[in-house]
Nanobody, 126 residues
């Protein structure tokens, strides 16, 4: 099974930017739809962004709108989440997850995401 490793989190101030990376170890996810989730303390995990294989289709949580951009480089076996204009409410543990081919077409069901990384912490605070 492909092992997913996230990086790029940190402590930033409101309005700052961060770029998260998720690299596949021991395999590839070239034919998988991929996603980023986050979970804040005391809250349920929420689906933040998704990208289909080939990168042609994306999804964003309404609250992140145009501030976040998901992308992928399958040659480097990496998925990215560029986060701009960060807000305190973006504070959470961010997870990369591998879906299946067709996860996008099925409307991004969370049950399709069966392979998860360990997460990277993002804290937005002044």
């Amino acid at each position: 099974q492909v092992h997913l490793v996230e990086s790029g989190g940190g402590l930033v101030q409101p309005g700052d930017s961060l770029k998260l990376s998720c690299v596949a170890i021991g395999g590839t996810f070239s034919y998988s739809d991929m996603g980023w989730f986050r979970q804040a303390p005391g809250k349920e995990r929420e689906f933040v962004a998704g990208i289909s294989w080939g990168g042609g289709n994306t999804y964003y949580l309404d609250s992140v709108g145009s501030r976040f951009t998901i992308s992928r480089n399958d040659a480097q076996k990496t998925v990215y989440l560029q986060m701009n204009s960060l807000k305190p409410e973006d504070t959470a543990l961010y997870f990369c997850a591998e879906g299946r081919l067709g996860t996008y077409a099925r409307g991004w069901p969370h049950s399709d995401f069966t392979n998860w990384g360990q997460g990277t912490q993002v804290t937005v605070s002044s």
